[in-house]
């Protein structure tokens, strides 16, 4: 069973000169202690409610909890130098599964070598090697000829994930589904926005792709055609659609960072030419080029001696920008601000050379909580661990019919329950008044809210 509202698996970060930074604590605390080198890519998991490390990666090697290799974590087909080179993915309804998907390098990218140029995906086991967990399944080839562009989202069903990727000469959006039943091979095609191609050593390949915190816009940038191209997203069934090109001022160049703030009404811009390093707040709240352009904000200008890297938004609502030839990250305090509002800070943050990358996950979708009729109103602590139920015999005999949660020895249904199938479709949903009856025996995935939080796990029907 899974509670949203304690969501801690993005709450250790691993990346650049062996830095690890917690969000365990306010404000969060750095060490040196990890076992990874990473010049660009990189992705790190921990447990959903206490926030301790499971494991990291760069992209080739892997390391678990006590930042030791796992004893198979070497070898996969991604690159350190490679923007958004890897991403953890949880298995859906498996807690002690992920892949690691994993994109390569692109020709004469920081004098990477690459390997395949290709999307790859591994499996970490977590019941592997006495509990610390080793790389399953390595290097399994999904496509070659790929951007280094890649992001993750939650189906809009939340029982599936997205794996969201951008083809190497072409204008081809890719979104991989991932469910319970394993991978899809064969993507969800967009055909829009420009070209992915060119520049000197194909360096247009190179550039951060977000996905918006609700899961609704993509940003997307391409170093050398300095570009900054937003779309929306349908995260039902992974689609790229609605373009739009924010034309940007011809002296910004090498655009490479970017991301969404907390209420994905805001996007910023970073780009990464030394010493000419820009930073832009740009508006999103009318999907309209000339508003979006109109709107923009420089936080950083010329000649403050940086160099910016990758952004990435943390689990305290703050954007984080790495700069690349400081031992520093700036930070962005409040991202859901306008212009100067937003509260930008200059080397907010020491660490140890943070080089380019900062780690990118799956983000949990924007939730909202359950506004319950005053007459219906439990207090929160009245049933702090509600039981719910892992087996249904909706057979009528008058015991164990419907899904029946216990609290403090009372039963209570929840009237949002919607079931779904091994595929992610949907089976059943109680605001429909669906039955039970009808499903096939077998095992579901269920997610409901009760007491203002949402839940999610696995029921078995047996008539």
């Not at 080029?289 to 001696?305: D, F, Q």
Request: hydrophobic share 35%; charged share 15%.
């Amino acid at each position: 069973m899974l509670n949203f509202a304690q969501d801690k698996t993005f709450n250790n970060w691993h990346f650049g000169s062996n830095n690890i930074m917690s969000f365990n604590t306010t404000p969060p605390s750095v060490s040196n202690n990890s076992g990874m080198y990473s010049v660009e890519s990189c992705s790190s998991i921990s447990d959903t409610l206490l926030g301790n490390t499971l494991f990291y990666t760069n992209g080739v090697d892997v390391f678990d909890r006590a930042n030791n290799q796992m004893p198979n974590g070497f070898g996969l087909n991604g690159h350190p130098s490679s923007t958004c080179g890897a991403l953890i993915v949880p298995f859906p309804f498996n807690p002690r599964k992920y892949y690691i998907f994993t994109v390569d390098a692109q020709v004469g990218n920081n004098g990477a070598t690459p390997t395949c140029n290709c999307l790859c995906y591994s499996v970490v086991d977590m019941n592997l090697n006495s509990g610390w967990g080793d790389v399953a399944v390595k290097n399994v080839l999904i496509r070659n000829s790929m951007t280094e562009k890649m992001a993750g989202y939650w189906h809009a069903n939340d029982s599936a994930i997205w794996v969201v990727t951008h083809e190497w000469n072409s204008n081809h959006f890719l979104s991989y589904l991932v469910t319970s039943s394993g991978v899809n091979s064969i993507p969800v095609v967009s055909a829009i926005g420009s070209v992915h191609s060119g520049g000197l050593f194909d360096e247009n390949a190179i550039g951060q792709m977000k996905i918006s915190p609700d899961g609704t816009k993509i940003a997307c940038v391409k170093k050398v055609d300095n570009t900054l191209e937003l779309f929306k997203f349908d995260n039902t069934n992974g689609t790229v659609y609605d373009s739009i090109n924010v034309l940007l001022k011809p002296y910004y160049n090498e655009t490479y960072g970017v991301e969404f703030s907390p209420n994905s009404n805001n996007v910023y811009m970073g780009t990464g030419k030394t010493n000419q390093s820009y930073l832009v707040q740009y508006n999103l709240s009318t999907w309209n080029a000339n508003t979006i352009l109109s709107s923009s904000y420089e936080l950083i200008g010329t000649n403050t001696g940086r160099s910016l890297g990758q952004l990435e938004l943390g689990p305290d609502k703050k954007i984080y920008v790495a700069n690349r030839n400081i031992n520093t990250l700036s930070v962005i305090n409040f991202p859901d601000s306008n212009s100067a509002a937003c509260g930008f800070t200059y080397d907010q943050i020491a660490v140890n050379f943070p080089n380019l990358g900062l780690p990118i996950h799956v983000p949990r979708p924007t939730r909202s909580k359950i506004v319950k009729d005053t007459t219906d109103v439990v207090p929160n602590n009245s049933c702090d661990v509600p039981i719910v139920p892992n087996i249904v015999t909706p057979n009528n005999d008058g015991t164990n019919d419907e899904f029946k949660i216990t609290c403090n020895g009372s039963f209570e249904f929840p009237e949002d329950l919607i079931i779904y199938n091994r595929w992610g479709q949907e089976v059943y949903n109680a605001k429909k008044k669906d039955s039970l009856n009808k499903l096939s025996d077998g095992t579901y995935y269920y997610l409901f809210s009760f007491h203002e939080l949402f839940y999610k796990g696995y029921v078995t029907i047996v008539h």
